[in-house]
């Protein structure tokens, strides 16, 4: 079992930076490739950026590529999503998710573990 915790959202201006943060709990985090998925009101969930176990290896969604970055910190079991240059319509709540397999995926039914999300909102 991983449990997932996540923080850093808020309410933050157009153009605007967050950084978000998901702490694992429970099974050797290195094992896990990591991914960030997102849910606007009325919308489904959709992926947005995922890294292997290693962080060598990083892919993103086409809506947020070359505005957000992915990272994890194996020791301190944390995987990070810094967000630059945040538009209305990245406002979502944000979940962080925990895949128990070899490559990365974008497919939200192979990851095994996931997140209560936080909120991020941004204001035009």
């Known amino acids: 079992q991983v449990q997932l915790v996540e923080s850093g959202g808020g309410l933050v201006q157009a153009g605007g930076s967050l950084r978000l943060s998901c702490a694992a709990s429970?099974?050797?985090?290195?094992?896990?490739?990591m991914g960030w998925f997102r849910q606007a009101p009325g919308k489904e969930r959709e992926f947005v950026a995922a890294?292997?176990?290693?962080?060598?290896?990083?892919y993103y969604a086409d809506s947020v590529k070359g505005r957000f970055t992915i990272s994890r910190d194996n020791p301190k079991n944390t995987v990070y999503l810094q967000m630059n240059t945040l538009k209305p319509e990245d406002t979502a709540v944000y979940y962080c998710?925990?895949?128990?397999?070899?490559?990365?995926?974008?497919?939200?039914?192979?990851?095994?573990?996931w997140g209560q999300g936080t909120q991020v909102t941004v204001s035009s």
């Open positions: 998710a925990a895949a128990h397999r070899e490559g990365i995926t974008t497919a939200q039914w192979r990851y095994n573990y």
């Open positions: 429970g099974r050797t985090f290195s094992n896990y490739v």
């Open positions: 890294i292997s176990w290693s962080g060598d290896s990083t």
